[in-house]
């Protein structure tokens, strides 16, 4: 069992980065691959990048590629989001998630065994 608190959530402006923090108990979070997903208002969860176990293979979607970039601190049972240049229709809710192996097909809220409470990031205009 995973427990995953994100954190560092918050209201910019558009253009402004910010850091998202998600630190995991229980398990140690070397044990998982993990996982960012977001959740707009009436929108479906979607995928945003993954981390495989030691931190050595990243992957993202097209829509964050080059702005967004997913680390982890295995030491620190932590997984980071470091978000660039956001933009205002980048406005959700963030969740991380865990799951065994890295898999770049694994892209769906089904591929992910334990999440987060999610915190709010709100981009402005």
């Known amino acids: 069992q995973v427990q995953l608190v994100e954190s560092g959530g918050g209201l910019v402006q558009a253009g402004d980065s910010l850091r998202l923090s998600c630190a995991a108990s229980g398990r140690t979070l070397s044990s998982h691959a993990m996982g960012w997903f977001r959740q707009a208002p009436r929108k479906e969860r979607e995928f945003v990048a993954m981390?495989?176990?030691?931190?050595?293979?990243?992957y993202y979607a097209d829509s964050v590629k080059g702005r967004f970039t997913i680390s982890r601190d295995n030491a620190k049972n932590t997984v980071y989001l470091q978000m660039n240049s956001l933009e205002p229709g980048e406005t959700a809710v963030y969740y991380c998630?865990?799951?065994?192996?890295?898999?770049?097909?694994?892209?769906?809220?089904?591929?992910?065994?334990?999440w987060g409470q999610g915190t709010q990031v709100t981009v402005s205009s």
């Open positions: 981390i495989d176990r030691r931190g050595s293979t990243t």
């Open positions: 998630a865990a799951r065994d192996w890295f898999r770049t097909t694994a892209t769906s809220v089904e591929d992910y065994k334990y």
